[in-house]
């Protein structure tokens, strides 16, 4: 039976615990969206003082659906609780009358609705957070510094390369194999970059060793393994989500927020006989999930896929056809939807290193609050849609023929 709400729980407890903690479910450079209020679907003009004061007010709203020709304003030089990222993505769901409104009214609306759901101890958590990364990037000493920024060619497969710059489905497609519905894999990475990333991590590790600083795991599922992020990454990371993951999440993840994508949760993970052996059944904190092996020498660690499911049906039987396990290649990719069900084999010997980053839609999470129907990603809700629509022509059918036999007699 799948665990999720048990390790919810554990995961609560464990945050309670410690406010300086790394939670499951948390990227420390964003901030999960919600919006309790009705939503504005009577648009019109408003002069500056009404904006004003629905600013001062606090009675902000948000559209139902995007703007999707708005262009955003940049938040990143402003001093705000939130990741500018996110400001720039919820802009093009305020209020038509809001659109033109200042920069500067524009942020306090959005941050008042985003304080609604951001506990003071959550803030406090956030910031302390901020400080303990600042002071690693302060003080760490990097053992390869060309790989803190982006160099595709120097990372990148040149048919990976390519079929970005064509940035068309046919091409992804031509690099891409989908061996299970959703699934998607290809080569990705070169040789020399993922031993440059092992190695790195490996000093980052040793410098926490010797210096006696804490690090912060992942995640509460991995004991081994360090956040990119929070050593010096995040830019380069920004870069490869935005780059090159989104273009294709545009294409093939469209239904659970590919297209909105706009934070990361960045990490490595160790497994072997001496470090993590396996990964439990669950599903990730993202919309989309890209999954890189690193090397080294190593076998088992399979992963194992079990169909996607929303929150009402993450516990539901997988159906034949969903079924899928996947062996790991050093610097291939798999990238799929978060709420993908999964888990990792044992290693059975060597070591395993893998590169993993969540991909994350705060616009896609707001709307999500308010949508009913999921057949469109969740494998269950489909079936159960399909079953119904099945029993309602069988009856439409036989009501016809009952017609049939009653006017022919």
């Not at 407890?13 to 969206?33: C, F, G, I, V, W």
């Not at 720039?88 to 500067?104: F, K």
């Not at 084999?345 to 129907?373: H, Q």
Request: hydrophobic content about 35%; charged content about 30%; proline content about 4%.
């Amino acid at each position: 039976m799948f665990c999720w709400e048990q390790r919810n729980q554990r995961e609560r407890h464990e945050l309670k615990e410690s406010e300086t903690r790394e939670p499951y479910d948390a990227t420390l450079n964003t901030t999960t969206m919600s919006q309790n209020g009705s939503f504005d679907h009577r648009p019109r003009a408003a002069s500056n003082g009404e904006a004003a004061a629905a600013v001062a007010g606090g009675s902000n709203t948000l559209r139902a659906s995007p703007k999707r020709d708005h262009k955003p304003d940049n938040y990143e030089d402003l001093q705000l609780d939130f990741n500018p990222l996110v400001l720039s993505s919820l802009e093009r769901y305020l209020p038509l009358h809001m659109l033109n409104m200042s920069r500067d009214s524009k942020a306090q609306y959005m941050r008042n609705i985003l304080l609604r759901y951001l506990p003071d101890t959550e803030r406090v958590r956030i910031q302390k957070h901020k400080e303990y990364r600042q002071n690693i990037i302060l003080n760490y000493p990097p053992l390869h510094k060309e790989i803190y920024t982006m160099h595709s060619e120097n990372f990148f497969v040149p048919s990976f390369l390519q079929a970005i710059k064509e940035n068309t489905k046919a091409g992804f497609r031509s690099v891409m194999a989908e061996p299970s519905r959703g699934i998607y894999t290809f080569a990705m990475l070169q040789p020399q970059f993922c031993e440059m990333l092992v190695s790195e991590v490996d000093h980052f590790e040793r410098w926490v060793h010797e210096t006696k600083f804490r690090i912060m795991r992942p995640n509460t599922m991995n004991q081994y393994g360090a956040v990119l992020d929070d050593f010096g990454m995040e830019t380069m990371l920004e870069r490869l989500m935005n780059e090159f993951i989104r273009p294709i999440s545009q294409v093939f993840f469209t239904e659970v927020g590919g297209s909105t994508l706009d934070s990361h949760h960045g990490f490595v993970v160790e497994y072997g006989t001496n470090r993590d052996v396996e990964l439990g059944f669950h599903v990730d904190d993202s919309e989309v999930t890209l999954n890189i092996c690193l090397g080294n020498r190593f076998s088992g660690g399979e992963l194992f896929f079990r169909g996607v499911r929303c929150d009402e049906h993450v516990n539901t039987e997988a159906q034949l056809e969903e079924i899928f396990d996947y062996s790991h290649r050093p610097g291939h990719a798999i990238l799929h939807c978060g709420r993908h069900r999964h888990g990792a084999r044992p290693t059975v010997s060597g070591e395993r290193i893998n590169l993993i980053l969540w991909c994350r839609s705060s616009a896609f999470r707001e709307m999500k609050k308010y949508m009913k129907d999921f057949s469109s990603w969740c494998g269950e809700c489909r079936r159960k849609k399909k079953e119904k629509e099945r029993v309602a022509v069988a009856a439409t059918k036989e009501e016809l023929l009952k017609r049939e036999l009653k006017s022919a007699s």
